[in-house]
Structures are given as structure tokens and as C-alpha cells.
């Protein structure tokens, strides 16, 4: 219990292993020793994947929440944090990717490269927010899952060197889980990362 924010998290005894059937396809195509193109198609059938459902309750086991902060909840009530697992659910999509230096560039432009990648995926955790008796089915995407993102680098490499600058972007997603109530929601908005790295060799050694 977290007396200050009248939140409380519990355990699941009831919780099943996360299970999955997974099916991928994929073709790669390579020109040279570092120039290819490839793509896949991926199909993951999830059984019992875990999310973390909040929900206003008293609880006998605890004083009811009266505090300042409020937790979101009528007062005297927690706001509880459970684990379940949702219905039988997929992840499926598309990926691409390829790579390719200018290798018959004259002088120093045949150590330049560049290579990119690209994911769609469609995710469903069906999830029951009624009872065994009276169920409620809703979809919703698995936490942390984009449906689109893509990464564009640029590279250098000889005998000495090796450079990287790399470019990720990802559209929205969920954070951690599901909530029931949808002002609890959380979502993470789309983003971009540029990273670099730099490497020398300084000696053969």
C-alpha cells in the first residue's frame, strides 16, 4: 500500500504462463558481402499475455484513502494494481530491411554506406472486463508496441575507423497496460532518437 498516493498493488496467484505460436516467412537477398535486401511477414498467436489493470476498490484489508493527492478514485477507495492475463490475442505485421555500400565508388566514398529498416506491426489483447459469466470483450493494442517505426543510418568503415549516425522513429503506443477507465490511460506519443558512435583503432593490437 501507498498510504501518501491511496494506491495499492496485489498479486494473482490465478496468473497462467504467457504462451505463443509464432510463424515467420522471410527472404533475404544478398549482392555482395555487406549489400542485401530482405523482407518478412511474422504472425505471433499470444495466449494469456499480461497486462496491468488498475481499478477503484475498497479493500478490506486496508484503511480507505483519504489523503490530499488525489488517486482518482471516490473517497475510501484504492486504486488497485493487478496483473492478469488478457484473451488469446496476435501480433502480425511486415518488415523490410537493407544495407549498401559504395563499393565500386572510387577513393574514399567506396567506405561509405548506408542501411534502413522498416516494421509494421498490428497487435490485439482482447481483454474481458466483465465477469466469466457476463463477458465484456474489448481490444486493445500490447503495451510498448508501435504500429509503424523505421530506422535510416548512414556508415563508414575502413581499416581504422568506424562511424555510425542512425535515425529511429516510432508512431504512438500504450504504456505498460490496459486501464478500464480511460483517463487512467497512459500512451507514449511518437518520437525520433538520433544516435552516433565513433570507433578507432588506435593500434593492431
Not at 479493500?59 to 483519504?66: E, K, R
Not at 496483473?83 to 565500386?104: I, P
Request: glycine share 10%; with cysteine.
Amino acid at each position: 500500500v501507498n498510504a501518501t498516493q491511496g494506491t495499492l498493488q496485489i498479486g494473482n496467484p490465478d496468473l497462467h504462463p504467457l504462451t505463443a505460436n509464432s510463424f515467420d516467412f522471410s527472404l533475404e537477398r544478398y549482392f555482395t558481402k555487406t549489400n542485401y535486401v530482405a523482407g518478412a511477414v511474422f504472425d505471433k498467436e499470444i495466449n494469456g499475455f499480461f497486462n496491468d489493470v488498475q481499478n477503484c476498490e475498497t479493500v478490506s484489508l486496508a484503511t480507505g484513502y483519504t489523503g490530499a493527492v488525489s488517486n482518482g478514485c471516490p473517497s475510501g477507495q484504492l486504486l488497485v494494481s493487478k496483473t492478469l492475463n488478457s484473451e488469446k490475442g496476435y501480433a502480425r505485421g511486415v518488415e523490410m530491411s537493407g544495407q549498401y555500400f559504395f563499393d565500386t565508388a572510387p577513393g574514399i566514398l567506396k567506405n561509405f554506406g548506408v542501411s534502413g529498416s522498416y516494421t509494421y506491426v498490428k497487435t490485439d489483447n482482447p481483454f474481458n472486463v466483465g465477469t466469466k459469466a457476463n463477458p465484456n470483450i474489448i481490444s486493445t493494442p500490447q503495451p510498448f508496441a508501435s504500429k509503424n517505426s523505421y530506422s535510416v543510418s548512414a556508415l563508414y568503415e575502413d581499416n581504422k575507423l568506424s562511424a555510425r549516425l542512425v535515425y529511429t522513429w516510432r508512431s504512438p503506443s500504450v504504456l505498460f497496460g490496459f486501464s478500464p477507465n480511460p483517463v487512467d490511460g497512459r500512451y507514449i506519443d511518437a518520437y525520433g532518437i538520433l544516435d552516433g558512435s565513433f570507433n578507432y583503432q588506435l593500434t593492431d593490437n
